[in-house]
Nanobody, 124 residues
Framework: QVQLVESGGGLVQAGGSLRLSCAAS????????MGWFRQAPGKEREFVAA????????YDADSVAGRFTISIDYAKNTMYLQMNTLKPDDTAVYSC?????????????????WGQGTQVTVSS
């Protein structure tokens, strides 16, 4: 099985940046799709970005395109979400997820493993 642990969340001012980390352990994830999702209070879980572990395919939500970048450090088995130009409506619990499929997906139901999430709060 795959275990995922997020870190790097915190409180930032609007316009600032954060880098979230998702450390993967357990089974190999080299053939998996990795994704980031977020959920704000009272709202449904929302797709943020996804990539195949190999980096061959990347999807970004329209709301974060041009601001957020997903990447993987293979030596550390860690996926990152670099978040720039943060806005107050980016405030949410951010979770990483893994899908046992090479094709990236925007649907949370397609993912098999989830981390516990890390809180990102962007103040005005």
């Amino acid at each position: 099985q795959v275990q995922l642990v997020e870190s790097g969340g915190g409180l930032v001012q609007a316009g600032g940046s954060l880098r979230l980390s998702c450390a993967a352990s357990g089974s190999t994830v080299r053939s998996y799709t990795m994704g980031w999702f977020r959920q704000a209070p009272g709202k449904e879980r929302e797709f943020v970005a996804a990539t195949s572990w190999s980096g061959g395919t990347t999807y970004d939500a329209d709301s974060v395109a041009g601001r957020f970048t997903i990447s993987i450090d293979y030596a550390k088995n860690t996926m990152y979400l670099q978040m720039n130009t943060l806005k107050p409506d980016d405030t949410a619990v951010y979770s990483c997820a893994a899908r046992r499929n090479l094709a990236a997906s925007r649907r949370s139901d397609d993912y098999d493993y989830w981390g516990q999430g890390t809180q990102v709060t962007v103040s005005s």
